[in-house]
């Protein structure tokens, strides 16, 4: 009996199927932001025209294509998947692109379009499959003891409170250092004439704490599966420390800022959206790590507007648009967190290359 021909590879048609395999509730939760973020480029701020393009690149390609380990897990080569991640690459470039130097002209939304093609490019890049797959625990096998008794140690001293102890060391202490920086600079930033390098100052450190908090592998989900805490202990845990982090830092940074005379009201304010910024952030990496990006720079645009010591009631001004996007971000996490608490999905393989972090 002849041999059947081996099937032609198609990208154009791998492609489609990855985009219909892939989470459903994405079209939902990610479609709303990216239409903010394309139409934001006719904002006037210049902070917002240079760093809104390159956050809708990242929402669209992980629209366009949410499987990226698909292409490892087919054992498709670097240039097959290359043809197959064009698909999804060069509309999320183009559309970006268009969208800040079309809706505003000029020299800041090129570059804020610029900045769009070259994020894009890095996720494509990420997308390809390695030349050789990397062991992440090489040894222990599947037929190890040590292994397996290492891990099992490992489990136990994770359900016994080592692991939850590092993963609030890290953050309370990041909470505490940024927390005394910005009761500094907040005040400070007052003879700074320039609005937006003012407001930019004030929140940086906020900003820093939110990523901070994002990195700790300690409050990884699959950190958490590989250690043996389930799901629900994980939720609690990272909703924890995301409470207590902008805690610590609303009352080291009001305390001292109080040292100064400076307008505290928008302290609390930045402290309250930091807690629900960094637990959804957290909750995307579940199966959507870009996004985690995308919610942190989004709400840093109105963070740093409520942090314009120039304007103390400047807070009150963007109250309501801070709300309709905590409403959103709320949606997203609990979506992602009901699908991830029900077994109705599970965390993302390439959680440790994307982030840079080894769960």
């Known amino acids: 009996m002849p041999a059947l021909p ?11 199927l990855q985009l219909k395999a892939g989470p459903w509730w994405r079209f939902f939760v990610m479609l709303p932001f990216l239409l903010i973020l394309l ?28 499987e990226d380990d698909m292409a490892q897990a087919y054992g ?45 490019a890095a996720l494509a890049a990420n997308s390809l499959p390695n030349d050789e797959p990397k062991r992440k625990n090489p040894g222990a096998g599947a037929g190890s003891a040590a292994g397996s008794a ?17 993963a609030w060391f890290y953050p309370a202490l990041w909470a505490v250092v940024l927390g005394a920086a910005t ?43 590989t250690l043996g805490l389930t799901r629900k202990r994980w939720a609690l845990t990272a909703l924890a420390v995301a409470v207590g982090a902008n805690a610590l830092f609303g009352i080291t940074a009001g305390a001292i ?18 807690v629900l910024a960094t637990f959804a952030a957290l909750v995307s990496t579940v199966n959507a790590e870009p996004l985690a990006f995308a919610l942190l720079w989004m709400f840093f645009f109105p963070a740093r507007l409520s942090m314009d010591v120039a304007m103390p009631a400047g807070w009150q ?43």
């Open 6 to 16: 081996a099937p032609s590879f198609s990208a154009r048609r791998l492609f489609w």
């Open 39 to 66: 139409t934001s480029a006719a904002i006037g701020s210049p902070v917002v025209a240079a760093v809104a393009p390159s956050m809708a690149a990242t929402v669209l390609m992980l629209i366009l294509y949410p």
């Open 76 to 120: 498709l080569t670097r240039e097959q998947t290359a043809g197959v991640v064009a698909y999804a690459a060069v509309p999320a470039a183009a559309i970006s692109f268009l969208a800040s130097v079309v809706v505003h002209p000029g020299g800041i939304n090129f570059l804020g379009g610029s900045l769009a093609v070259i994020a894009t």
């Open 150 to 166: 290492a891990g099992s140690a490992a489990g136990s001293a994770f359900a016994g409170g080592a692991a939850p102890q590092r």
């Open 183 to 225: 009761g500094v600079v907040y005040p400070l930033s007052a003879h700074i004439p320039n609005e937006g390098i003012r407001q930019v100052v004030a929140v940086f450190p906020a900003l820093f704490l939110w990523f901070a908090v994002l990195f700790r592998p300690e409050l990884r989900p699959a950190t958490a599966k």
């Open 257 to 274: 800022a109080l040292l100064f005379d400076a307008p505290l009201q928008p302290i609390p304010v930045l402290a309250a959206v930091g």
């Open 317 to 359: 001004e963007v109250l309501v648009g801070t709300a309709v996007l905590s409403a959103a971000a709320a949606l997203i996490s609990a979506v992602i967190l009901v699908l991830y608490l029900s077994g109705r999905i599970n965390t993302s393989t390439k959680a440790a290359s994307f982030l840079g972090v080894d769960d």
